[in-house]
Each structure stands twice: as structure tokens, then as C-alpha cells.
T-cell receptor, first 112, second 111 residues
Framework: EAQVTQNPRYLITVTGKKLTVTCSQN?????MSWYRQDPGLGLRQIYY???????DKGDVPEGYKVSRKEKRNFPLILESPSPNQTSLYFC???????????FGPGTRLTVT | GDSVTQMEGPVTLSEEAFLTINCTYT??????LFWYVQYPGEGLQLLLK?????DKGSNKGFEATYRKETTSFHLEKGSVQVSDSAVYFC??????????FGTGTSLTVIP
């Protein structure tokens, strides 16, 4: 089954404790991206990657890091999380030749 | 910068009513336009798209037309069903491959 998976689905952590949210896709897609969803703000793009070892900042990259060492994986790293990063995070992927993005199920992060 | 503005919700309609959700955009160049749907507890799914001016995207009875002169991409459906209850997002992809989403419009259809 073609899918985008994210782990964990739910995470509660404390300020300053480094964390990683993993994202993996099994569709051999070149393009992957991370979004955060906040009430009244919709989805905002954090980072995206056009292919292995190629990453670019989206609209709200501050406080986040990403890496793309393998085509299927695109982890989101919060080196020092803060409460304003409490949000619902979505990973997405698509093929270069396609307009359709496939979204993961979301990761709800709470930083206290 | 580029942006998408869509009508505020929530929207509540009776089954078989006509639906319109307004969406306008600001972008340089010629963006591609999308409507996504999000059901409770799930990620977003592509509902329909249009890649150039005057294109009409359609799927599952929903339609939207890319109007460059009014920079709009309004979503319509002639007869909504209870199963259409969800949050709908208008989005654009600009020439730099960045995506911008609207704030979402929550739709509830009552029997």
C-alpha cells in the first residue's frame, strides 16, 4: 500500500529536549516536505526537499532542521523545542512529475 | 509574498444544499491551484486541481475554476451529502515549488 508514515503520532515533551519526528514514504517520490498546522493559520510549509541531499526552507523554518540522506526518509529535527512549536505536523511527498501530494497521518506535538 | 485567502468557517448546510467556499490568491507568475480535504483525524487528501487559467478541476461532484482575472478558485458542489463534512483547504504551488495553504473552512452537513 502506497503511504507516508510518521512517528510518533503523539508526543509530549519539555522545553529544550531535542526530538526527531520521522517521515518515510514507500512510493519512490523525489519531493518531500514538512508542514505545521495551527488553528486559524492553516498549513505552513517548514522545509522541503526536491531530492536526496537537497533541502530548502519553506515559510517557517526557524527552530527546525531536516536532512535527506535517503530518498524514502525525511526526518524533522527540533534541536531545542519551545512551547511555540506545539502544533500538528504533517509530512508529505509527491513525484516530480505529479501535482498530487500524499500526506502522512500527522504528529501532534506538545512542548511544555 | 504569495498567499491564499479562503472564507472563514464554520459552514453548516442541510443535505442536498448548494455549497460555495470562496478562495482567492496572491502570487507572482502562474501558480497551480488546489483544493484539499481533511477528514477528522486524517491527513490532507487532494480533492481537485487546476494548473492554468480557465482550467476547471472536478472530482466527486466538486468543481473549481481557475480565474486569473479575479485571482480566484472557488469550490462548488451542487448537492452536498453528510459524508462531505470535513475541513477544506485551498492551496497554491508557486513557480519556486513552495506550497501555500489557506486557513481551512470547516463544513458540517446535517441530514
Amino acid at each position: 500500500e502506497a503511504q507516508v508514515t510518521q512517528n510518533p503520532r503523539y508526543l509530549i515533551t519539555v522545553t529544550g529536549k531535542k526530538l526527531t519526528v520521522t517521515c518515510s514514504q514507500n512510493m519512490n517520490h523525489e519531493y518531500m516536505s514538512w508542514y505545521r498546522q495551527d488553528p486559524g493559520l492553516g498549513l505552513r510549509q517548514i522545509y522541503y526537499s526536491m531530492n536526496v541531499e537537497v533541502t530548502d526552507k519553506g515559510d517557517v523554518p526557524e527552530g527546525y532542521k531536516v536532512s535527506r540522506k535517503e530518498k524514502r526518509n525525511f526526518p524533522l529535527i527540533l534541536e531545542s523545542p519551545s512551547p511555540n512549536q506545539t502544533s500538528l505536523y504533517f509530512c508529505a511527498s509527491r513525484a516530480h512529475s505529479s501535482y498530487e501530494q500524499y500526506f502522512g497521518p500527522g504528529t501532534r506535538l506538545t512542548v511544555t | 509574498g504569495d498567499s491564499v485567502t479562503q472564507m472563514e468557517g464554520p459552514v453548516t448546510l442541510s443535505e442536498e444544499a448548494f455549497l460555495t467556499i470562496n478562495c482567492t490568491y496572491t502570487a507572482t507568475g502562474y501558480p497551480s491551484l488546489f483544493w484539499y480535504v481533511q477528514y477528522p483525524g486524517e491527513g490532507l487528501q487532494l480533492l481537485l486541481k487546476a494548473t492554468k487559467a480557465d482550467d476547471k478541476g472536478s472530482n466527486k461532484g466538486f468543481e473549481a475554476t481557475y480565474r486569473k482575472e479575479t485571482t480566484s478558485f472557488h469550490l462548488e458542489k451542487g448537492s452536498v451529502q453528510v459524508s462531505d463534512s470535513a475541513v477544506y483547504f485551498c492551496a497554491l504551488r508557486n513557480t519556486g515549488n513552495q506550497f501555500y495553504f489557506g486557513t481551512g473552512t470547516s463544513l458540517t452537513v446535517i441530514p
